[in-house]
């Protein structure tokens, strides 16, 4: 099993910058790519970024090109996403993931972002 707990959401301006933090434990060796979805109100999850556990390629979304950056801490197990630029449609409940293969198998419950303008 894996676990796979974030923190790190809040209420924020637009412009303004959160980070989120993703801890994993338990059985996470192998694992490919661990990364980043969100869920607004209304709306399907979707993918916003990922990087690959052992050699760090990052793939992001068009829409948050430029603003956020996914990076990793082998050490610690953890896995970050830095959010600048922070507009109201980015307003969502963001959940970790980790992935072997071609599968997400494993999510975190999820950290509410919200964005005021």
């Known amino acids: 099993q894996v676990q796979l707990v974030e923190s790190g959401g809040g209420l924020v301006q637009a412009g303004g910058s959160l980070r989120l933090s993703c801890a994993a434990s338990?059985?996470?060796?192998?694992?490919?790519?661990m990364g980043w979805f969100r869920q607004a109100p209304g709306k399907e999850r979707e993918f916003v970024a990922q990087v690959t556990w052992m050699v760090g390629t990052t793939t992001y979304a068009e829409s948050v090109k430029g603003r956020f950056t996914i990076s990793r801490d082998n050490a610690k197990n953890t896995v970050y996403l830095q959010m600048n630029s922070l507009k109201p449609e980015d307003t969502a409940v963001y959940y970790c993931?980790?992935?072997?293969?071609?599968?997400?198998?494993?999510w975190g419950q999820g950290t509410q972002v919200t964005v005021s303008s």
């Open positions: 993931a980790a992935r072997w293969g071609r599968n997400w198998n494993y």
């Open positions: 338990g059985r996470t060796f192998s694992r490919d790519a």
